[in-house]
Nanobody, 127 residues
């Protein structure tokens, strides 16, 4: 069974920075991509960023481009999200997700593409 654990959340003032970490572990599994999603109170869970290990390409939702950076180590099944210039609207629970199976042509930003999810880490940005 694959387990995913996030860490690094917390309370920060607007304009500040945080670095989230995510580690996947368990029996041998295919790790094709790792993504970050977030869910604010009363809102749907939304895509934030993804890294595709084959080729190392990354993708971001428009609202975080230029402020957030995803990186990681495929061999260690770890991914990071460096979040700079944080805004109050970034406040949410941030979830890490792992794609272990074929994409089946599901878009990168869809929750359906990812098979294993962490429990989430809270990020709160005060104004």
């Amino acid at each position: 069974q694959v387990q995913v654990v996030e860490s690094g959340g917390g309370l920060v003032q607007a304009g500040g920075s945080l670095r989230l970490s995510c580690a996947a572990s368990g029996r041998t599994f295919n790790n094709l991509a790792m993504a970050w999603f977030r869910q604010a109170p009363g809102k749907e869970r939304e895509f934030v960023s993804v890294i595709i290990w084959s080729g190392g390409s990354t993708s971001y939702t428009d609202s975080v481009k230029g402020r957030f950076t995803i990186s990681g180590d495929n061999a260690k099944n770890t991914v990071y999200l460096q979040m700079n210039k944080l805004k109050p609207e970034d406040t949410a629970v941030y979830y890490c997700a792992v794609q272990t199976g074929a994409s089946r042509f599901i878009t990168l930003s869809s929750r359906l593409r990812y098979d294993v999810w962490g429990q989430g880490t809270q990020v709160t940005v005060s104004s």
